[in-house]
């Protein structure tokens, strides 16, 4: 069945520097949605994209979708503490999120 | 106030009893789903409803696990004969059918003793 991985699992960075999430998938996604998950939150839908090669931001995140649609990357400029929590990606061909990447940003 | 409540937020069972679970959706919200988390991990995908359908369901779903949705409102989640590894966070999620993303609830954690 399909399969979403993400990577890296955990990241940690100063405040101030960027961070970046990886999304691939074994098999081409007819879209990808993107989720932010506050420790002890819920998931929250940020972004979805549709479109091979589509880029989108919203502030300081920039989400992309690669060609083949297989892809996706969610890149946060000038981290803050507010960007701390847990980011998915969902794939839904079917219903698949990916096991995250957990980001810890040092004030 | 996301929109989409479940209820009890909190279940604590005995290994072997039967529990149920409630998602109240966002009202013109169409498509319900119901997703399963443990620490650490993604949400799983269990089941959706587009109204009171039950369009797709995991294979990963055992036939302990069942959900109705009756009315194409509120649904149900009843697991069977609960066991320790179902103890996991139970999350409700309500989109409108061709709208982008869903709104999750706050969930329903369950801990089987």
């Known amino acids: 069945g399909q399969q979403v991985m993400q990577i890296p699992q955990y990241q940690h960075v100063q405040e101030g520097e960027d961070f970046t999430t990886y999304c691939n998938s074994s098999?081409?996604?007819?879209?990808i949605q993107w989720y932010k998950q506050r420790p002890g939150g819920h998931p929250v839908f940020l972004i979805q994209?549709?479109?091979?090669?589509e880029v989108k931001k919203q502030k300081r995140l920039t989400f992309q979708f690669g060609e083949a649609k297989k892809n996706s990357s969610l890149h946060i400029t000038a981290t803050q503490t507010t960007d701390v929590g847990t980011y998915f990606c969902?794939?839904?061909?079917?219903?698949?999120f990916g096991k995250g990447t957990r980001l810890s940003v040092i004030a | 106030d996301t929109g989409v409540s479940q209820d009890p937020r909190h279940k604590i069972t005995k290994r072997g009893q039967n529990v149920t679970f409630r998602c109240d959706p966002i009202?013109?919200?169409?498509?319900l789903y119901w997703y399963r988390q443990t620490l650490g991990q993604g949400p799983e995908f269990l089941t959706y409803?587009?109204?009171?359908?039950?369009?797709?369901k995991s294979r990963l779903l055992s036939d302990r696990f069942s959900a109705e949705r009756p009315k194409g409102s509120f649904s149900t989640l009843e697991i069977q004969r609960t066991e320790q590894g179902d103890s996991a966070m139970y999350l409700c999620?309500?989109?409108?059918?061709?709208?982008?993303?869903?709104?999750f609830g706050s969930g329903t954690r369950l801990t089987v003793v």
């Open positions: 999620a309500s989109s409108f059918q061709g709208a982008a993303g869903y709104t």
């Open positions: 098999t081409t996604l007819s879209n």
């Open positions: 994209l549709v479109k091979s090669g």
């Open positions: 969902e794939g839904n061909t079917p219903l698949v």
């Open positions: 009202s013109e919200h169409n498509r």
């Open positions: 409803f587009q109204n009171e359908a039950q369009l797709e």
